[in-house]
């Protein structure tokens, strides 16, 4: 089991870079694929990006392709995504979740532990 913690919200215009963080408790973070996912108002939870255990393996939403980045970082349990060119429709509360398997990655119900999900607002 593994409880995890996000981090790094806020309100930035457009156009900024924000970066979140994962922290994750237990000591076998390495054995999960970790992914982003975000919630606007109204609308369904949407796949961001997610990376396999090792974090050589990366898959993004092609909304988020090439201004988001997701990396990990094993020996601080911690996962991050760093988003650059951020714009209005970016806003949601950003959640990150873990999961065994590095397939259905898009697929919100296949991961098994969620974080409590952190605000990002990005004004225009």
């Known amino acids: 089991q593994v409880q995890l913690v996000e981090s790094g919200g806020g309100l930035v215009q457009a156009g900024d870079s924000l970066r979140l963080s994962c922290a994750a408790s237990?000591?076998?973070?390495?054995?999960?694929?970790m992914g982003w996912f975000r919630q606007a108002p109204g609308k369904e939870r949407e796949f961001v990006a997610a990376?396999?255990?090792?974090?050589?393996?990366?898959y993004y939403a092609d909304s988020v392709k090439g201004r988001f980045t997701i990396s990990r970082d094993n020996a601080k349990t911690t996962l991050y995504l760093q988003m650059n060119s951020l714009k209005p429709e970016d806003t949601a509360i950003y959640y990150c979740?873990?999961?065994?398997?590095?397939?259905?990655?898009?697929?919100?119900?296949?991961?098994?532990?969620w974080g409590q999900g952190t605000q990002v607002t990005v004004s225009s």
């Open positions: 979740a873990a999961r065994y398997s590095f397939i259905y990655l898009q697929v919100a119900q296949k991961y098994d532990y």
């Open positions: 990376i396999s255990g090792s974090g050589g393996n990366t």
């Open positions: 237990g000591r076998t973070f390495s054995s999960y694929t």
